[in-house]
């Protein structure tokens, strides 16, 4: 399956964005998908996961409260709602899939990446 990753942008302290990652060449409805970010020269972190069983979220500490991970099998896709972005969200967001049932943020274990889409929050 290919991830494509979009919705990226540049906005303001405390603005919003949704970031959408869509599949091609397969489904991710029985896929766990997480997101990611990297910025220049830092390792690729751990944002947000979605299980494909129950839908249980996993979310980092800095986002916690401010972003949303959701998932819409019907249009083979899952989202990261963000709100209230800060500028050290700053950041190309990737989005992953594992065919395990997993929120894990060790990102080995996701086999699935798409390109990623830059985010800039800056005034």
């Known amino acids: 399956v290919q991830l494509q990753a979009s919705g990226g942008g540049l906005v303001q302290p405390g603005g919003s964005l949704r970031l959408s990652c869509t599949a091609s060449?397969?489904?991710?409805?029985?896929?766990?998908v997480a997101w990611f970010r990297q910025t220049p020269g830092k390792e690729r972190t751990f944002v947000a996961a979605i299980r494909w069983r129950n839908s249980l979220a996993n979310y980092a500490d800095s986002v916690k409260g401010r972003f949303t991970i959701s998932r819409d099998n019907a249009n083979n896709a899952a989202y990261l709602q963000m709100n209230n972005l800060k500028p050290e969200d700053t950041a190309v967001y990737y989005c992953?899939?594992?065919?395990?049932?997993?929120?894990?943020?060790?990102?080995?274990?996701?086999?699935?990446w798409g390109q990623g889409t830059l985010v800039t929050v800056s005034s």
């Open positions: 992953a899939a594992s065919i395990t049932s997993t929120t894990t943020a060790n990102r080995n274990q996701w086999s699935s």
């Open positions: 060449g397969g489904t991710i409805s029985r896929s766990s």
